[in-house]
């Protein structure tokens, strides 16, 4: 019995492009913040371009609090919605059109989110990455971290925990 031929690299490429637009285009408040994404596999790196609209104190100058802390929960809801919608990406279960139409499971809410701040965020671009430590049908823990020059330096932390949405919408 013949094998499937492969899906070309390209469509399998255009539909995790799609899947992480629509994720991330569906939050108005990723777009206020300028946050992108990177996709390398099935890693995802966050990115916070520096604007002054950023700045919470300029006699340090440093990033508001509440920004820092907006995208690291931006980070680890995408990263977690993202590992979620993975399989069905890859199978072609969520398919190219639906991901384009804006087609996708609602997002996870919160349900606890805890900061810890290690020093200023300074005023230039800023990236984060989550791992999630635990998802289940109902619930998941996600970790994240934020840091400028040196991934090693974070100048934030935060670990969360989310109220996953029902497959049945």
Do not use: C
């Not at 637009?21 to 890693?43: K, M, S």
């Not at 802390?69 to 809801?77: D, H, K, P, Q, Y």
């Amino acid at each position: 019995m013949p094998r499937k031929a492969p899906e070309p690299v390209q469509q399998v490429k255009q539909r995790r492009d799609a899947a992480l637009r629509a994720l991330a285009h569906g939050v108005p408040y990723i777009q206020f913040l300028g946050i992108t994404f990177d996709r390398r596999g099935d890693e995802l790196t966050a990115i916070l371009p520096f604007d002054d609209k950023l700045i919470g104190n300029p006699f340090l100058p440093a990033i508001h609090g509440g920004v820092t802390a907006a995208f690291l929960e931006v980070t680890a809801i995408i990263t977690l919605s993202w590992s979620v919608l993975w399989e069905d990406i890859e199978s072609g279960v969520i398919g190219l059109d639906a991901l384009e139409a804006g087609d996708l499971p609602r997002l996870p809410k919160t349900i606890d989110f805890t900061v810890d701040y290690l020093r200023s965020g300074l005023p230039r671009d800023a990236y984060a990455r989550a791992r999630v430590t635990r998802s289940g049908r109902r619930y998941a823990s996600v970790q994240a971290e934020a840091w400028q020059d040196n991934r090693d330096r974070p100048f934030a932390q935060a670990a969360a925990h989310f109220l996953m949405p029902r497959k049945d919408g």
